[in-house]
């Protein structure tokens, strides 16, 4: 079954600790991406690759680093310089070859920062 | 300044009747618009999508209505099943732009009561 792995479900870190969480695609899609939710909020975008070995920054892309040195794989890392990384994280994959492909997502890691 | 606006919160509907979830937008500029249907600790599920040259678009139980000059779309669900109780997403991007350019709104909670 083709899909997008996040892991783990949940995620404990104490303040001060970079933290990465892991995202893995078997669809064979060319883009990948980072958003985050929170309470009563919609999607924020945090980064985006559309090629192995080259992202963007998105909307809120602070005290976060990507890396893609792999199609498959998009790791987030959510560093100490964020200042409110208590948050659900979702990684999402599209096909960049065809106009208005959606995006299908992981299930998301729900990741608390104390 | 929210570009994609849900101001419904939360809508709580009878099962069998019709559900109905709006979304309105700011940014003309917006050519596509995207539903997605999100359960609890789940990530979003695409789930129907409209182009800004159509008013319509219907898939099964799930019908778009897109109106351009109020800037305004609809989500229309008949008839609602238990099923159909979660959050709904509605998304917008620009012409010409890849997933990067979506625009979610912050979601309304679908109840369907039996």
């Known amino acids: 079954d083709g899909g997008i792995t996040q892991s783990p479900k949940y995620l404990f870190r104490k303040e001060g600790q970079n933290v990465t969480l892991s995202c893995e695609q078997n669809?064979?899609?060319?883009?990948m991406y980072w958003y985050r939710q929170d309470p009563g909020q919609g999607l924020r975008l945090i980064y985006y690759?559309?090629?192995?070995?080259?992202?963007q920054k998105g909307d809120i892309a602070e005290g976060y680093s990507v890396s893609r040195e792999k199609k498959e794989s998009f790791p987030l890392t959510v560093t100490s310089a964020q200042k409110n990384p208590t948050a659900f994280y979702l990684c999402?994959?599209?096909?960049?070859?065809?106009?208005?492909?959606?995006?299908?997502f992981g299930n998301g890691t729900r990741l608390t920062v104390t | 300044d929210q570009q994609v606006k849900q101001n419904s919160p939360s809508l709580s509907v009878q099962e069998g009747r019709i559900s109905i979830l709006n979304c309105d937008y700011t940014?003309?500029?917006?050519?596509?618009f995207l539903w997605y249907k999100k359960y609890p600790a789940e990530g979003p599920t695409f789930l129907i999508s409209?182009?800004?040259?159509?008013d319509k678009n219907e898939d099964g139980r799930f019908t778009v209505f897109l109106n351009k000059s109020a800037k305004h779309l609809s989500l229309h669900i008949v008839p609602s099943q238990p099923g159909d109780s979660a959050v709904y997403f509605c998304?917008?991007?620009?012409?010409?732009?890849?997933?990067?350019?979506?625009?979610f709104g912050k979601g309304t909670h679908l109840i369907i009561q039996p």
């Open positions: 999402a994959s599209s096909i960049t070859d065809r106009v208005n492909s959606p995006l299908h």
């Open positions: 669809l064979n899609h060319d883009a």
């Open positions: 690759s559309q090629i192995v070995n080259d992202f």
């Open positions: 940014n003309s500029m917006f050519d596509y």
């Open positions: 409209i182009s800004s040259i159509k």
């Open positions: 998304a917008a991007k620009f012409a010409g732009g890849g997933a990067d350019g979506l625009t």
